[in-house]
């Protein structure tokens, strides 16, 4: 199974921006969906953005659209989400993740391998 390694979390004032990495064990192939979720106290892990392995499509959860992208960098197994114009509201646990099925799921429960995550804090 995949291990995955998330970095580059961190305290920023809103406003500010940071990028996550997400660093793979080994490269995957075939049908799959590697995104990204957050976490905050108190609140349900959230969907915030992911992207076909297979097919290139992008999604972005309505509440990062215009803020939040999300990339790859094959060559180095490694997905990065850059975060711009950060709001307290953003503050949580983010997690990457990778689900080996099709079609496209934002329900954390159908995603099969998790990272430990990294702590993103916006203060206001």
């Known amino acids: 199974q995949v291990q995955l390694v998330e970095s580059g979390g961190g305290l920023v004032q809103a406003g500010g921006s940071l990028r996550l990495s997400c660093a793979a064990s080994r490269r995957t192939f075939g049908h799959y969906y590697m995104g990204w979720f957050r976490q905050a106290p108190g609140k349900e892990r959230e969907f915030v953005a992911a992207?076909?392995?297979?097919?290139?499509?992008?999604y972005h959860a309505d509440s990062v659209k215009g803020r939040f992208t999300i990339s790859r960098d094959n060559a180095k197994n490694t997905v990065y989400l850059q975060m711009n114009s950060l709001k307290p509201e953003d503050t949580a646990v983010y997690y990457c993740a990778i689900r080996y099925a099709t079609p496209w799921s934002n329900e954390a429960n159908q995603y099969h391998a998790w990272g430990q995550g990294t702590q993103v804090t916006v203060s206001s």
């Open positions: 992207f076909s392995g297979s097919g290139g499509n992008e």
